[in-house]
């Protein structure tokens, strides 16, 4: 069940935002549709909907689903690729313009959780502090 209360709060916000009536009050029934929640802020007296924002972190959340969703699918296509390639015994095979590679490639890595373990102090004295910033969107 719609809450029609909210859509009239969420369209009269539109409205100062500079909406038609008309499309203000789509804008808000599909909101209402999708179980968007819009709160309004009061900021130097005035009351503001950013509307664009909400469009935007919908448009990301869609945009990371389709990725997710892409990534499984290269992911399903290389393995049912490697598969036949294991199933032919082949390191390398040529189709059409396209050589396909599946090798084994031997790299060496430096063993921290070891290292930690038996020269903590050594360890400790070669750390470096950095910072980033962290994104997050949750609903």
Avoid: P
């Amino acid at each position: 069940m719609y809450d029609k209360a909210n859509v009239c709060r969420t369209a009269n916000g539109l409205i100062k935002e500079g909406y038609t009536r008309s499309d203000a009050f789509k804008t808000a029934w599909q909101l209402e549709k999708n179980n968007v929640r819009v709160r309004s802020s009061k900021k130097d007296g005035e009351s503001t909907l950013n509307i664009q924002l909400l469009a935007k972190v919908k448009e990301y959340k869609e945009l990371q689903k389709m990725i997710e969703e892409l990534e499984n699918k290269v992911s399903e296509i290389k393995t049912n690729i490697t598969a036949e390639m294991e199933a032919q015994q082949a390191q390398e095979i040529s189709v059409d313009i396209f050589k396909i590679k599946y090798i084994d490639v031997v790299s060496k890595r430096f063993n921290t959780t070891e290292f930690k373990q038996t020269h903590t102090d050594l360890y400790e004295q070669y750390l470096k502090e950095s910072t980033c910033k962290r994104f997050t969107i949750t609903a």
